[in-house]
């Protein structure tokens, strides 16, 4: 394949979230005849005259004959732009995020294209919001698609192999040859406004220029009306994609492709109740088994996780109950929850449960802080939850993931 040449200062393969890719297509070779290709043709009469050959009629060009027939072949033009099959998944805020596309050319010359993109109206369709410029200032980058699959395997995804795009620079302009592509990503931020399940959707467009004047007006197709027999002329047959009128129709040496970023964000609430656990009032409070059943949401009963049994009055057993909640469809990671008991009560047990990965469970028990009897100035007795993680919902309308932190206390 032939590209333009490199630039300096490429972005690293660190710098992108990249997403998943997909086959954008099945490289089938057109093996087209190469534009400006002489075509010469031949043909021989023989015959007889009363049973006597005579001589034959060709025009093989020997003298006396007739030239050869030559036509040359015209210009295909037909570029085409996919997507990569597979929507990026982004959080809100993300920084440098891509989504991918491949370009080839699909024609029987080699050409310098234009890239450039467009967002599509947000409101309209899918389409919720729309992207920011890309905090290392690239909106394109590309690179060589040397087996022609339509992802970036092997190094061909290297940050050595990538081009950075510049469309006031016509040195950054990819160009390809018959049958050519290259992997194509727009890097873009995420405002934090976004919301999971939000989509962004952005086209790509590549636009065919003669490689001898790449930085002039876009190729165009000679009529077929003037059609000559010894003269290369372009022929347009590329069809119109979804980017808007003007930045891709048909026949118009341009073509286009959708790709969107979709939004998938954690959607987090914490509630905290407290209830009488024991009320026998014998300054016994039972541990937190590895069994432990979380009892019924607030939300069916106001008062508490469950009716209380007793009063809160001195050596009564308290269970309280935090619940998370992740409403959304991203996991919630790197979790911390810390709960600070009050002088008047003495810790018994905690627990974490619901949790993907359960984090680290520590109390802080310095002097007699966590036992009722705090030393003034000593440090509040806390019940802290490190580095856990609660998952997403599965699907939208799902109920939402709950984990769960529970103390037991007894009252002093």
């Known amino acids: 394949m032939t590209t333009s040449k490199l630039m300096k200062g490429l972005l690293g393969a660190s710098a992108f979230v990249a997403l998943s890719t997909g086959t954008a297509f099945a490289q089938v070779p057109n093996n087209f005849t190469p534009a400006d290709t002489d075509v010469s043709n031949t043909f021989t009469l023989d015959y007889d005259v009363g049973g006597v050959e005579q001589p034959p009629i060709t025009n093989d060009g020997n003298p006396g004959n ?28 993300s920084t440098d995020a891509v989504t991918q596309f491949s370009v080839r ?21 899918n389409d919720n919001f729309d992207t920011l410029a890309s905090t290392s200032g690239d909106r394109i980058v590309y690179y060589p698609d040397t087996n022609g699959n339509g992802v970036l395997d092997g190094t061909e995804g290297d940050a050595a192999n990538a081009v950075d795009y510049d469309p006031a620079d016509d040195t950054t302009w990819p160009v390809l040859g018959a049958d050519d592509s290259i992997i194509v990503r727009v890097v873009r931020n995420i405002p934090a406004s976004a919301a999971d399940g939000e989509e962004a959707i952005i086209y790509l467009y590549a636009d065919t220029r003669d490689s001898a004047d790449p930085s002039g007006t876009p190729i165009i197709a ?23 009128t003007g ?8 073509h286009s492709a959708q790709g969107a970023y979709v939004i998938v964000a954690a ?42 049994n007793g009063y809160h009055r001195p050596d009564a ?37 619901g949790f993907l990965t359960g984090g680290t469970l520590s109390t802080i028990a310095a002097d007699t802080s966590c036992n009722g009897d705090p030393v003034v100035g000593s440090p509040t007795c806390n019940v802290t939850l490190t580095g856990a993680t609660l998952a997403g919902k599965a699907a939208p309308g799902d109920a939402p993931v709950e984990g769960h932190l529970v103390i037991r206390a007894t009252i002093k």
């Open 247 to 254: 930045n891709d129709d048909d026949t118009d040496g341009a």
């Open 105 to 125: 050319n699909d024609g029987n010359d080699s050409h310098t294209y234009l890239l450039d993109f467009e967002e599509a109206v947000s409101g309209t369709g």
């Open 66 to 93: 007739d030239a050869p027939t030559v036509f040359k072949v015209d210009r295909l033009v037909n570029v085409t732009v996919a997507s990569s099959g597979v929507a990026g998944t982004f959080a809100p805020g």
């Open 222 to 244: 000679d009529p077929i009306a003037g059609n000559e027999t010894n003269v290369t002329e372009n022929v347009l047959i590329d069809a119109d994609g979804p980017a808007g």
């Open 317 to 353: 057993c308290v269970e309280y109950f935090i619940t998370v909640r992740n409403d959304g469809s991203a996991d919630a990671t790197d979790i911390n929850l810390s709960d600070i008991l009050s002088e008047h009560l003495i810790f018994e047990s905690a627990r974490a449960v």
């Open 267 to 308: 959607d987090i609430t914490a509630t905290k109740d407290v209830f009488v656990f024991d009320a026998d009032y014998d300054g016994t409070c039972d541990a937190i088994g590895a069994a432990y059943t979380p009892p019924a949401p607030s939300t069916d009963a106001p008062a508490g996780p469950v009716p209380n």
